[in-house]
């Protein structure tokens, strides 16, 4: 008997649209139809994995997915196609590994794809699941509290929450227009902001938050920035944050954000901000973004 797997992502499981599905298939195809929002993504550091909470299916066990209907849940569609692509599994939709990652979800598929170092990370597109999706993650792949909840199409900060219990995860404020990314929290003193300009590392700039009243290192949530030479960071530091941006196809121009955990000193990227605002920021660090602007514009002028 063929298996075969079709993702949905609004209509309800019991409804119209799956009784034709299975009603349909031929003789020898036994069709399953799921939700995607029955699905916890997750990242484990070693592993990108895509679970049913359920427990009641494996991706491993169907002959063919398709992938129906993602438009509404673009994340878990991109998701879905680049893990059944890695996994050399055949499904349709395959138009959905064509979406630029407009969010924190896809651009940490393309990541850690690419072997590029990330947080350990998870992510459900049903925000009443985000304490269930801890308790799976806790057991699962030991996640523990701290944690680091935030908005995936959020900026600046915003949005972003350090929960430290299952109580201050229940009764985050979250908007229902938004999906939340949630990730272990790396101790750390600052961040970095490595500017990548035609595929060359041009300028870091250290963020430093001022006090323990928050864990975020964002200028416009009062952290202090500065002008660092590379020369006093760890040496793989440049080879990440350009590896990072053409993960992405940024190598053109990224802002790529990277923290140092400060007990083990590994390395993490956070983000690759596809438009780095080079006017904007602290004014100490404004002259050097745009001299470095300027500097990349007119090496590309001289190239014609």
């Known amino acids: 008997m063929q298996k075969i797997l079709i993702l949905i992502s609004w209509q309800p499981e019991d409804g119209l649209t799956v009784e034709r599905y299975k009603s349909r298939a031929l003789e020898h195809q036994h069709v399953t139809v799921r939700r995607m929002d029955s699905f916890f993504v997750s990242w484990n550091g070693q592993v990108l994995d895509i ?6 299916i494996r991706l491993k066990d169907f002959d063919v997915v398709h992938i129906a209907g993602w438009q509404p849940e673009p994340d878990m569609g991109y998701v879905f196609a680049h893990v059944l692509k890695q996994r050399n599994m ?3 939709g ?3 590994l064509e979406l630029y990652p407009r969010s924190k979800v896809g651009e940490m598929v393309r990541l850690v794809l690419s072997d590029t170092p990330y947080p350990k990370s998870f992510y459900t597109c049903d925000n ?25 199409t959020a900026s600046k900060g915003d949005d972003n929450y350090l929960v430290r219990s299952r109580e201050e995860l229940t009764a ?6 938004y999906r939340y990314l949630m990730q272990e929290c790396i101790a750390n003193e600052r961040d970095y902001r490595v500017l990548v300009l035609g595929g060359k590392v041009e300028l870091v700039i250290q963020r430093t938050r001022q006090n323990d009243d928050t864990h975020l290192n964002n200028t416009s949530q009062g952290a202090v920035a500065e002008v660092v030479e590379l020369s006093g960071l760890p040496a793989h530091l ?27 000193g590994d390395l993490y990227v956070l983000e690759v ?18 001299h470095a602007l300027f500097t990349y514009l007119d090496r590309i002028a001289n190239q014609r």
Do not use: Q
Request: charged share 25%.
């Open 51 to 56: 679970t049913d909470l359920r427990g009641e």
């Open 90 to 92: 055949p499904f349709v």
């Open 94 to 96: 395959k138009t959905a």
């Open 128 to 152: 009443t699941k985000l304490t269930a999706m801890w308790n799976w993650a806790h057991e699962r792949h030991g996640l523990e509290f701290p944690v680091v909840v935030k908005a995936s």
């Open 172 to 177: 985050l404020p979250l908007n229902p227009d």
């Open 238 to 264: 440049s080879d990440t944050a350009v590896a990072a941006a053409r993960a992405l196809g940024r190598e053109d121009i990224a802002g790529v954000d990277i923290l140092i955990d400060r007990e083990k």
């Open 273 to 290: 901000n596809k438009t780095p605002h080079m006017s904007l920021g602290a004014e100490n660090v404004i002259e050097h973004k745009l």
